[in-house]
């Protein structure tokens, strides 16, 4: 068993080591391509004319805290869950989705 497989591998190797042999040899010269010309010249980048100059400003340190609403002036989620649970106002706002016609392949 082990000398068969033996031969085996040897048999492949032959073979591989054949078909590179064929692979290298040349026919003719390879010949390179001439470049293209260029269609259209490239778009020159848009460079602003004059730059502007920086404006210095004073700021403050630490920052003001930013104004947040209380509480009580937040909306809470429950209005979520109310509005989307309400099985007539989920019936009322529901649209009838049309499919759309394929187009069909072949005679008719």
Known sequence: MMQRLHKLIFAGLLLLLGSLAVGCVEDEPITPVPPTPTVADPIPPKHPAI??????????F??????????????SSQNCV????????????AE????AESKSEGEG
């Not at 805290?65 to 909306?75: D, G, Y």
């Open 51 to 60: 730059a502007p100059t920086p404006t210095s400003i004073a700021r403050q």
């Open 62 to 75: 630490p920052l003001p805290v930013p104004t947040l609403l209380p509480v009580a002036a937040r909306p």
């Open 82 to 93: 109310d509005c989307h649970t309400d099985a007539e106002t989920l019936k009322a706002m």
């Open 96 to 99: 009838t989705v049309e499919k």
